[in-house]
């Protein structure tokens, strides 16, 4: 089987495909950055046989490392969360609209795609997460942040 490692920005994609790759050297492993968003149909057309990898995260802590990995300290968090991010290709979504998971996945889902958390995926036998992109010394979340966060819908 041929995997299409899809998802989320900060969520373990590039850990994953090398976890792929090494768990499957016979099949073939792809990563694709940011199709999730609305892009479902180029997944049929583009990669027919492949079956999709979507992992996700706790919002909470995508959204810190997000804000922390675009070094966005300057922005008050609030406004992190309704600002249009157009890097990659986040086609200007919000952080709050990107982290509706649901919303993404739900297309795939006649893909048969195995769908996973990132604390799931940590659990995989020679899963190889490093934080790859991880932001040196990141902050702990301040507790300003978390109420904020915990109060989202």
Wanted: glycine content about 4%.
């Amino acid at each position: 089987m041929n995997y299409a490692v899809i998802g989320f920005p900060k969520c373990g994609t590039a850990s994953m495909q090398e976890y792929l790759m090494k768990k499957y050297p016979e099949s073939n492993s792809v990563k694709l950055e940011f199709p999730i968003y609305g892009e479902a149909h180029k997944f049929e057309k583009e990669l027919k046989g492949y079956r999709p990898v979507i992992l996700t995260r706790d919002r909470k802590e995508m959204l810190w490392s997000f804000y922390n990995y675009f070094n966005m300290t300057s922005v008050p968090f609030e406004d992190f969360l309704e600002m249009p991010i157009r890097a990659y290709n986040m086609k200007g979504l919000t952080p709050l609209e990107q982290t509706d998971y649901d919303r993404w996945i739900e297309p795939f889902r006649k893909y048969d795609p195995w769908i996973l958390t990132l604390d799931e995926a940590m659990k995989l036998d020679g899963f190889p997460h490093n934080e790859i992109t991880r932001t040196k010394n990141k902050p702990k979340m301040p507790e300003n942040v978390r109420k904020i966060l915990d109060n989202l819908p």
